[in-house]
């Protein structure tokens, strides 16, 4: 049950995209479709932003965007605005039990 | 809804951390119910996790320390983690979770724990 692997940070101006990477194995990410994306700025719940890799709850903008091809899941911000600057977490439905992944933090040039 | 956590923000290693999250603006049945922490520094660690009925499932490497339960008439739920050490020092979240606890749709704010003598 090792965390999911994600890079420690990304970072773009804003108006451009970036993609976070999600990196887990055939018993979570490869094998469920149930990979869900959190925003957390420090001192601040975590906030869902994407749940089953591609789906986004009512309120989260359309420049949020979630994918998958095999044991990888994806996060992409397109037209990156200075208010998505915070970590992001991804997680997976494992069966049984829950992992998250390592977080990245996002920096808006 | 809302979740607000409670509970000692200083326990002393090797007792008992007790935590309760109280549930507002929403049912507490039909839901799956959660807890998740943050070392300092540290990325997100899930705890566990309770349907309102009762049935639980945990991180199989706190296991042998966990247990939650829930009090459906006080719309509360809450976490025990035995013989704690430093090492479970954390920012403690209580979370909702939807159909199977497949996504964390609801957060708490978070309630810092310190275990320390």
């Known amino acids: 049950q090792s965390a999911l692997t994600q890079p420690r940070s990304v970072s773009g101006s804003p108006g451009q995209s970036v993609t976070i990477s999600c990196t887990g194995s055939s018993s979570d990410v490869g094998f469920y479709n149930y990979v869900s994306w959190y925003q957390h700025h420090p001192g601040k719940a975590p906030k869902l932003m994407i749940y089953e890799v591609t789906k986004r709850p009512s309120g989260v903008p359309d420049r949020f965007s979630g994918s998958k091809s095999g044991n990888t899941a994806s996060l992409t911000i397109s037209g990156l605005q200075a208010e998505d600057e915070a970590d992001y977490y991804c997680?997976?439905?494992?069966?049984?039990?829950?992992?998250f992944g390592t977080g990245t933090k996002v920096t808006v040039l | 809804v809302l979740l607000q956590e409670s509970g000692p923000g200083l326990v002393k290693p090797s007792e008992t951390l007790s935590l309760t999250c109280t549930v507002s603006g929403g049912p507490i049945t039909s839901f799956y119910w959660s807890w998740i922490r943050q070392p300092a520094g540290k990325g997100l660690e899930w705890i566990g996790l309770m349907y309102f009925s009762g049935t639980t499932n945990y991180n199989p490497s706190l296991k042998s320390r966990v247990t939650m339960s829930v009090d459906t008439s006080k719309k509360q739920f809450s976490l025990k983690l035995s013989s704690v050490t430093a090492a479970d020092t954390a920012v403690y979240y209580c979370a909702r979770a939807d159909y199977m606890g497949r996504a964390f749709d609801s957060w708490g704010q978070g309630t810092l724990v310190t275990v320390s003598s």
């Open positions: 997680c997976s439905y494992a069966g049984t039990y829950r992992v």
